[in-house]
């Protein structure tokens, strides 16, 4: 049997990590909790929620257009942590990047239930190191 073309491209144990991410070449946050299939339902242009393929619950989200959010907001509005005196960024809260997604128009029932599942679990709410937020 052949082997997959990406095989040996990655050193080391592959391992799954709940974390939120940033692709600098898709320019969005992705952020999966579980590992396992999933269905993506896009919500609008920025967000796409994954639903497990059993059992239909939220298991992550990806949010597109990092850059155009962080223009428009501003990092002082979406930052979480700071070092102190020199006024740096060090983090981004993901609840306020969603937010400040949510704030595009058009206000529809189905974008508010869509941004409001996918800040329902307190395990979306943690933050992305500024570092992670270097263009391709």
């Known amino acids: 049997m052949d082997q997959h073309f990406l095989n040996g491209m990655h050193d080391g144990p592959q391992e799954f990590r709940p974390q939120p991410w940033y692709n600098p070449d898709g320019d969005c946050i992705i952020y999966q909790v579980s590992d396992e299939a999933f269905v993506a339902h896009r919500i609008d242009d920025m967000l796409t929620i994954y639903r497990s393929l059993t059992g239909d619950r939220i298991i992550g989200f990806q949010i597109k257009g990092v850059h155009a959010i962080l ?3 501003g990092w002082e509005g979406l930052s979480v942590s700071s070092e102190i ?10 609840a306020a990047m969603l937010l400040a997604a949510y704030e595009e128009k058009p206000f529809t029932m189905g974008r508010r239930r869509g941004y409001a599942s996918a800040m329902q679990s307190p395990e979306y709410s943690c933050d992305i190191p500024l570092a992670e937020f270097q263009p391709a």
Do not use: A, N
């Open 71 to 73: 223009k428009k907001s």
């Open 85 to 94: 005196g020199s006024g740096r960024v060090k983090s981004v809260s993901i």
